[in-house]
Structure formats: structure tokens, C-alpha cells
């Protein structure tokens, strides 16, 4: 059974850094994408970019570009999320999740298979 656990969630002040880390266990996940979602407070879920298991290919979306770098440890099987430069937008709680797919990029929520159970970030001004 897939499980994908986040952590690394909190509170930070505008300007300020945290890194997500998503914990993935269950299968081999060579031929799946992860991404990281986020949902603020009566808004719509989002994506925030997506990484490759294998080969690496990452896409972000265009509001966390230069700020956000997503990257994966192959032998700890964990997604990290650094965020920097962070911004009061940017409160949400941040979702990861796990496609299975051939595809280099997925940015659509509903082609994703599998989700963690999210973490809260929460960015004052």
C-alpha cells in the first residue's frame, strides 16, 4: 500500500525558508510523478510543481518559480519541497502526491493516484 507522509510544515515570517519533505513508501517509484499541491483557506487546491522519480524532470508553476526547488533522495524514497523567499500567499496547507504515469509532468490534481495527508505552512507578514 502506497503512503506518502509530509512534514516539515509551520510557522515563518515573510522572507523566511522552510523545506517539506514527503516520505513515500509502498512500491518502487520509478515510473511516477510527485508533485506538491497546496490549498489555502477557502481557495481552490493548486499545483506547485512536479518531479520525476526517474530522470529527474521538475515544472513549476509560475507564482513559486526562483523561490521553490523541489528535489528527491532515491535511497531515503523522500520528495523535498525548499522554500524560500517566502510570502504570506503563500499560506496553504501543502499536499504531496504520487501519479503513476509515463509522462515527464503532471499538473492536473485529478490525474494524481495518490496523497499525503498535508502539512500547514503558514507565512506571517
Known amino acids: 500500500q502506497v503512503q506518502l507522509v509530509e512534514s516539515g510544515g509551520g510557522l515563518v515570517q515573510a522572507g523566511g525558508s522552510l523545506r517539506l519533505s514527503c516520505a513515500a513508501s509502498?512500491?518502487?517509484?520509478?515510473?511516477?510523478?510527485i508533485g506538491w499541491f497546496r490549498q489555502g483557506s477557502e481557495k481552490e487546491r493548486e499545483f506547485v510543481v512536479s518531479?520525476?522519480?526517474?530522470?529527474?524532470?521538475?515544472y513549476y508553476a509560475n507564482p513559486v518559480k526562483g523561490r521553490f526547488t523541489i528535489s528527491r533522495d532515491h535511497a531515503k524514497n523522500t520528495v523535498y519541497l525548499q522554500m524560500n523567499s517566502l510570502k504570506p500567499e503563500d499560506t496553504a496547507v501543502y499536499y504531496c502526491?504520487?501519479?503513476?504515469?509515463?509522462?515527464?509532468?503532471?499538473?492536473?490534481?485529478?490525474?494524481?493516484?495518490?496523497w499525503g495527508q498535508g502539512t500547514q505552512v503558514t507565512v506571517s507578514s
Open positions: 518531479i520525476r522519480w526517474s530522470g529527474g524532470t521538475t
Open positions: 509502498g512500491r518502487t517509484f520509478s515510473n511516477y510523478v
Open positions: 502526491a504520487a501519479a503513476s504515469t509515463f509522462h515527464p509532468v503532471v499538473t492536473n490534481s485529478h490525474e494524481y493516484d495518490y
